[in-house]
């Protein structure tokens, strides 16, 4: 079933709506993704959702990535958001930086984001302001750091056990 509502549609509704808080509009293989501030990402999602003609009303996922030689957006928050009414997908992003890791819960907005944004504290250690339960989900509580940051190397050069021959190097 074809989409009711065009990439552009979607597009200008938000820049009109929301104006310089709109950073960027791609559409890589077609998927609308829109970067926004993130001061301004609980608004912008929460009116997603509550505009009659865009009816957001399904949160897809929501995860974290880390772009460590990105200074001062260390941490980008990625929403996927779709309107069953309307056949439309949607992609939201918002950078943080490793100082300030901090964005609003949209919990009361999407119910079903509360185990995704605990699983994005717990390997990022970006921390959802205003979340009814902000612990960790699948590591253990005495870990000190968060897994999916790109801080430690993958592997010891030192290492004299491993052969690289046999690891196509």
């Known amino acids: 079933m074809k989409s009711k509502l065009s ?3 979607v597009a200008e509704r938000l820049q009109t709506q929301f104006g310089e808080h709109i ?3 791609e559409t890589p293989y077609d998927f609308l993704t829109i970067e926004v501030d993130a001061a301004k990402l609980y608004d912008i999602i929460f009116w997603l959702k509550t505009d009659s003609e865009l009816q957001i009303s399904f949160l897809t996922n ?4 880390h772009y460590p030689d990105s200074e001062g957006s260390e941490f980008a928050i990625v ?3 779709q309107s069953m009414v309307n056949n439309f997908r949607l992609r939201l992003k918002a950078f943080v930086s490793k100082e300030n890791t901090e964005v609003d819960s949209i919990v009361d907005i999407y119910a079903g984001a509360n185990w995704m944004e605990r699983e994005t504290f717990d390997f990022y250690g970006i921390t959802f302001n205003g979340h ?7 590591n253990e ?3 000190d750091y968060f897994p ?7 592997e010891d050069a030192t290492r004299e056990d ?4 046999f690891f196509g190097r």
């Open 23 to 25: 950073k960027s509009v």
């Open 162 to 165: 491993k052969d690289d021959r």
């Open 7 to 9: 990439n552009e549609q």
């Open 148 to 154: 999916m940051r790109k801080e430690y190397h993958l």
């Open 132 to 138: 009814p339960d902000m612990r960790r989900i699948l």
């Open 141 to 143: 509580d005495s870990m």
């Open 79 to 81: 929403y996927h958001l």
């Open 62 to 65: 929501l995860g974290g990535v």
